[in-house]
């Protein structure tokens, strides 16, 4: 069963820093492009940043572009998303995601529960 | 402000059909069959519903439907239940390998 579990989270300043980590289980790691979304409060989805199967290619939101930087261990099945320069809009729930096996495209069919982050002084 | 426009709420009875509409530019749902919903209960993750416009993932009921007309896309739910009520989000994966989700649409079942 494929798992994604994020953490590290929590309370930050603005201005601040912060670094997240998703753990995942279930699947061969190192095969799948690994995804962050998060969600304001009371707000919508939407995609923060991806990073290929070995790491070497990222994108990223232009609301983060600069500020976030994505990153995974491949011998840790982790996936990181280093949050700088945190912003009181930056708060939401950040999710981690994979695609559908075997689909054409990026569609997130596996989700973690989610780890809060707020940034507030 | 989101590059896909969805309708903020819709609403229709148990048993009747919703469609729930998702409108971007060509880069963003015209050009490319890919488009996907998604379904978000409160205070959970979401979960996958339709992908490739009109395609189901296994273990997702054959009420739900999608369709895509020029640069609208659609979900269908037909005999509409109460563990339907949620919100809805579409997402398209645009020219320049960034993905953009709809602003969300919120369907509640009377």
């Known amino acids: 069963e494929v798992q994604l579990v994020e953490s590290g989270g929590g309370l930050v300043q603005p201005g601040g820093s912060l670094r997240l980590s998703c753990v995942a289980s279930g699947f061969t790691f190192s095969d799948y492009w690994m995804h962050w979304v998060r969600q304001a409060p009371g707000g919508g989805l939407v995609w923060v940043s991806r990073v290929s199967s070995d790491g070497s290619t990222t994108f990223y939101a232009d609301s983060v572009r600069g500020r976030f930087t994505i990153s995974r261990d491949n011998a840790k099945n982790t996936v990181y998303l280093q949050m700088s320069s945190l912003r009181a809009e930056d708060t939401a729930v950040y999710y981690c995601?994979?695609?559908?096996?075997?689909?054409?495209?990026?569609?997130?069919?596996?989700w973690g529960p989610g780890s809060l982050v707020t940034v507030s002084s | 402000q989101s590059a896909l426009t969805q309708p903020r709420s819709v609403s229709g009875s148990p048993g009747q059909s919703v469609t729930i509409s998702c409108t971007g530019t060509?880069?963003?749902?015209?050009?490319?069959?890919?488009v996907s919903w998604y379904q978000q209960h409160p205070g959970k993750a979401p979960k996958l519903m339709i992908y490739d416009v009109t395609k189901r993932p296994s273990g997702v009921p054959d009420r739900f439907s999608g369709s895509k007309s020029g640069n609208t896309a659609s979900l269908t739910i037909s005999g509409l239940q109460g563990e339907d009520e949620a919100d809805y989000y579409c997402?398209?994966?645009?020219?320049?390998?960034?993905?953009?989700f709809g602003g969300g649409t919120k369907l509640t079942v009377l």
């Open positions: 997402l398209s994966y645009a020219s320049s390998y960034i993905l953009v």
């Open positions: 995601a994979r695609k559908l096996a075997g689909a054409s495209v990026e569609y997130f069919h596996h």
């Open positions: 060509s880069n963003y749902v015209g050009d490319y069959n890919y």
